[in-house]
């Protein structure tokens, strides 16, 4: 009976533990937030990337294609490689020095976004996917599994 006890109350505390969000962590869910995860978010995306649009606070989703070593030069930055269309892939890097990192994040899952938008020639960049600590630029956030990182 009291190895009953004991296998319960860890599997009470291993339910909760999941449970618990990080500093930095939302659930949209609890805020009335769902994920926009349709072509429609993309469709700004596709227009900065034909004109090769630098600093636009843009909404996108996608893929992850490829997880990437984070650059810890200056600012450490959590890097990955998401396919919003075929054939049209924009970096993330999203600042883990103010932000949590996207957590168990693995190829093939599906993230959206909501930051600045770079251009370059494989795609652009998307960056500002954080709060700005001091109140100067538009907060931004990555979106996985009903959790927003932000």
């Given amino acids: 009976m009291r190895k009953l006890w004991w296998v319960a109350a860890v599997l009470v505390v291993a339910w909760a533990y999941d449970r618990i969000e990080p500093p930095g962590v939302t659930n949209p869910s609890l805020a009335g937030l769902a994920a926009a995860d349709t072509a429609a978010d993309n469709a700004a995306l596709r227009s900065a990337r034909a004109s090769r649009a630098d600093g636009l606070q843009l909404q996108g989703s996608g893929r992850v294609v490829a997880l990437l070593p984070d ?62 600590p001091a109140g100067r630029h538009v907060g931004g956030w990555i979106q996985r599994e009903g959790r927003k990182y932000q």
């Fill in 71 to 132: 650059d810890n030069e200056g600012s450490r930055h959590q890097r990955f490689i998401v396919e919003v269309e075929p054939g049209f892939t924009v970096l993330l890097a999203h600042n883990i020095d103010l932000a949590p990192r996207v957590a168990r994040l693995a190829t093939g899952d599906r993230v959206s976004f909501y930051g600045e938008y770079v251009w370059n020639e494989k795609g652009g960049v998307v960056h500002w996917t954080h709060h700005d």
